[in-house]
């Protein structure tokens, strides 16, 4: 069974970055997609970032496109998820999430591996 354990999160001023990782064991991710999500108080889970297997296909959600990059390590076992110019809006609990899968997905429920999440706050 694939485990996975996000870090990197935190309190940073707007404008700030922040590098997400999400270390992965008990399987290798090569033959999985990974994603980001987030999740904000009282809204539903939200698509971040998702990058196939091989990290030739990558899709972003609009409000991150141009600020977020996601990118994957197969060989270390480990997805990151670089956050540059964060908004206070950016504030949530960020999730990694893989599934075996050859497409990516929006849709949280098709992922069956998740983190246990990473807290992201971003002052204004």
């Known amino acids: 069974q694939l485990e996975l354990v996000e870090s990197g999160g935190g309190l940073v001023q707007a404008g700030g970055n922040l590098r997400l990782s999400c270390a992965a064991s008990?399987?290798?991710?090569?033959?999985?997609?990974m994603a980001w999500f987030r999740q904000a108080p009282g809204k539903e889970r939200e698509i971040v970032a998702a990058i196939s297997r091989s990290g030739g296909s990558i899709r972003y959600a609009d409000s991150v496109k141009g600020r977020f990059t996601i990118s994957r390590d197969n060989a270390k076992n480990t997805g990151f998820l670089q956050m540059n110019s964060l908004k206070p809006e950016d504030t949530a609990v960020y999730y990694c999430?893989?599934?075996?899968?050859?497409?990516?997905?929006?849709?949280?429920?098709?992922?069956?591996?998740w983190g246990q999440g990473t807290q992201v706050t971003v002052s204004s």
């Open positions: 999430a893989a599934r075996e899968y050859l497409r990516t997905s929006r849709n949280p429920h098709d992922y069956d591996s």
């Open positions: 008990g399987r290798t991710i090569g033959t999985y997609t």
